[in-house]
């Protein structure tokens, strides 16, 4: 099973007010699907991230592949 970490979409579209959640899934998953486990939380509008680094640097060790949008958000926390 191919892990990767990557945003999931909790905010709604028609007020404009995105919010994201830093998630750990399978590879095969849609992009609001079921998840392994929540790392962390990001809002664009403000540019809060919020990451539990212990649990991210686990999940990278055991092999899982972080999109290139967590790898610019955890360059910048």
């Known amino acids: 099973m ?3 970490i990557r ?5 709604k579209n028609p007020a404009k007010k995105p919010h994201f959640r ?10 609001d ?4 486990e929540e790392l962390g939380f990001y809002n664009p509008l403000t540019g ?3 990451v539990k680094k212990e649990r991210l640097e686990y999940w ?3 092999g ?5 949008t967590i790898k610019s958000l955890v360059k910048k926390s």
């Open 2 to 4: 191919a892990v990767r």
């Open 7 to 11: 945003l999931r979409r909790i905010g």
């Open 22 to 31: 830093i998630s750990v899934f399978d590879e095969r998953c849609q992009r």
């Open 33 to 36: 699907g079921r998840f392994i």
């Open 48 to 50: 809060e991230i919020k």
């Open 60 to 62: 990278v060790k055991n």
């Open 64 to 68: 899982a592949q972080l999109s290139q």
